[in-house]
């Protein structure tokens, strides 16, 4: 099922604001251009939704428990927006393998995400 560019926008300006509201995940977005961010952000999750190979979005130096939350909230945000399971999980496994276990900060992406 393909999905709207509206859709996978809103999608992820929705997780981001709850990003942005998590105390502990707020801070991995100060210096981060979140225009930039969102659209690389928007057209993995449009190619995951769709079925297609995302490639994986850009580490922000996230310790696994702050990364589960923020798949969490994706998948949330997905839920609340009627988006089947199957697509959800799809979601999720695209934007799951990028947690660093020892949460070392310093990856550097062309979207300005890292640190």
């Given at each position: 099922?393909?999905?709207?560019?509206?859709?996978?926008?809103?999608?992820?300006?929705?997780?981001?604001?709850?990003?942005a509201?998590?105390?502990?995940?707020?801070?991995?977005?100060?210096?981060?251009?979140?225009?930039?961010?969102?659209?690389?952000?928007?057209?993995?999750?449009?190619?995951?939704?769709?079925?297609?190979?995302?490639d994986?979005?850009?580490?922000?130096?996230?310790?696994?428990?702050?990364?589960?939350?923020?798949?969490?909230?994706?998948?949330?945000?997905l839920?609340?927006?009627?988006?089947?399971?199957?697509?959800?999980?799809?979601?999720?496994?695209?934007?799951?393998?990028?947690?660093?276990?020892?949460?070392?900060?310093?990856?550097?992406?062309?979207?300005?995400?890292?640190?």
């Amino acid at each position: 099922m393909a999905y709207s560019d509206e859709v996978v926008r809103e999608a992820v300006w929705q997780w981001l604001r709850l990003v942005a509201a998590d105390a502990e995940l707020e801070p991995y977005l100060v210096g981060v251009d979140l225009g930039r961010f969102a659209d690389h952000l928007a057209a993995t999750l449009g190619a995951a939704l769709d079925g297609r190979t995302a490639d994986a979005w850009p580490g922000l130096g996230l310790g696994e428990e702050q990364h589960r939350r923020l798949v969490d909230y994706l998948a949330g945000v997905l839920w609340a927006l009627d988006v089947p399971q199957a697509a959800i999980a799809a979601a999720r496994a695209a934007f799951a393998g990028e947690a660093s276990p020892t949460g070392v900060a310093g990856k550097a992406h062309p979207t300005g995400a890292g640190r």
